[in-house]
């Protein structure tokens, strides 16, 4: 268990919908990570918070938003969803603003769109 | 550009040997290499990280090397046992806040 809590675990939904992926990172931990894994796929960085600011940006779409709250914990809205945005979505956190720190993964959330 | 490049794709190896899974990074600022562990139906794990003032770092069977001037750095996995099958992943700093994954090798162990 890496101390990461990512809720749902799985969520099925229909194209168009809007959808919000919860992350808790580790006890302690400033900083986390949004990535998109699709079927086969490496990991995809998608953006990053620390201590409740957007610290860094990968490719995420204009469809898809994030935030971070003074409790710390994440959310990945992702919205006007289409199927190919069905995939693996990971949150990771570590205690430190830079990568150079352990970075530690919840177990994911699968959204399915259909 | 931005990429890690990791090869192989996919690695069969026998039970008891060694396994072998290198990247190459474009970032020469780069200094922090970890790598992880993602096993079917799970997050990532970090198994081993390796920061650029050495060379090589060892765990019991897992080892991390790294190559500075090359831009490469490998994990390198001895007597291979079955539970090691799951997909591994190299990843790298780019700048001071992304860290860029490779694409994944699937080790296979067989028995």
């Known amino acids: 268990d890496s101390g990461v809590t990512q809720t749902p675990k799985h969520l099925i939904t229909a194209t168009g919908q809007r959808v919000t992926l919860r992350c808790s990172p580790r006890?302690?931990?400033?900083?986390v990570y949004w990535y998109q894994q699709s079927l086969d796929q490496g990991l995809q960085f998608l953006i990053q918070?620390?201590?409740?600011?957007?610290?860094a940006k990968g490719n995420i779409l204009e469809r898809f938003s994030a935030q971070q709250f003074p409790d710390l914990h994440s959310e990945l809205n992702l919205s006007s969803l289409e199927l190919g945005d069905s995939a693996l979505y990971f949150c990771?956190?570590?205690?430190?603003?830079?990568?150079?720190?352990?970075?530690?993964f919840g177990q994911g959330t699968r959204l399915t769109v259909v | 550009g931005e990429n890690v490049e990791q090869h192989p794709s996919t690695l069969s190896v026998q039970e008891g040997d060694s396994a072998v899974i290198k990247c190459t990074y474009s970032?020469?600022?780069?200094?922090?290499f970890p790598w992880y562990k993602q096993e079917l139906g799970k997050g990532p794990q970090l198994i081993i990280d390796i920061r650029s003032n050495v060379g090589e770092k060892k765990d019991q069977r897992i080892a991390v090397t790294l190559n500075k001037t090359a831009k490469h750095f490998s994990l390198h996995i001895t007597e291979t046992q079955p539970e090691d099958s799951a997909v591994y992943f190299c990843a790298a700093p780019r700048g001071s806040y992304k860290l860029i994954f490779g694409s994944g090798t699937r080790l296979l162990v067989r028995p």
């Open positions: 918070y620390y201590n409740g600011e957007e610290r």
């Open positions: 990771a956190s570590s205690p430190n603003l830079e990568t150079r720190a352990e970075a530690f």
């Open positions: 970032d020469s600022a780069s200094n922090y």
């Open positions: 006890s302690g931990d400033l900083s």
